[in-house]
């Protein structure tokens, strides 16, 4: 049977659930407008006021009302990409169900990356210049920064700009994730957490209050990788999987799937984040 005749919202449903798993910045960020997208080119105006003034009441007198300060942000969907595969009648043997899924799972991972990618940029741009802490060297050495204390610091920095501590996030390369590991004050301790975390070899780390996330998309410049940390409020970001359609070519003897997928972010709170750019110690 073609797999023309599957269902081709399956095919999206299996496409995007592959897709949020393989998400790591994506997850780093809130999606509330992603509702109102329909096609690329779509701009969704994002409301935000200023801060409230709290006065003294007075009994008998009267109250003073304050206009709200309302400042519009523009989310605009820019970034429009697809995909496409085929599978020749001569290999229909091999055309089953797991087939398609491992590649949509491809397909998925795929489209990850280059999302990844965007937003690590998109993010790094958009931190608040005096949330970016003074570049480190990191590593065991007497004149190396501390990978533990670097993330302490950046929490610090957010705790000064009031950002709230629920759903803090620090995204970090393989190597920095190894340093946290064989810190004592993440494995030495014995608690049932560390020793199911380190039994499975997913650290799952929480330190200095964020979820430790680790990725290969951290944005490098030379050897300085640009460590990000911040909450899911500071940063905006919408996509939509359109046009997953398996079909036959009209020349060929193949079935064929091809999906176009859209998405944009806008950094909505640059003070909800904060950066440093780290060097591993050699």
Known sequence: MSINAVIPQLWAARLLNNLNNEH??????NRDYEGEISNVGDTVRIGGIG???VSDYTRYSDISLEQLNVADQTLTIDKDKYFAFTLDDADKRQAKPELMDEAMAESAFALAEAVDDYLAAQ???GVATANVLTAATVGTGAMDADAWEILVDLGVVLDENNVPKAGRWV????WYEGMLVKDPRASSFGTDRNRSTYANGDTGMQVAG???????????TGSAYTVLAGYNGATTFAEQLREVTPYRPEKRFEDAVKGRHMYGSKVTRPYG???IAVTKAT
Not at 171 to 174: A, D, G, K, Q, R
Not at 210 to 220: E, W
């Open 171 to 174: 995204v970090i390369p393989p």
């Open 273 to 275: 984040l904060a950066s």
């Open 123 to 125: 993010i790094a741009a």
């Open 210 to 220: 964020f979820n430790v996330k680790r990725s290969n998309n951290v944005p490098t």
């Open 51 to 53: 801060r409230v003034t």
């Open 24 to 29: 790591v910045y994506a997850a780093c960020c």
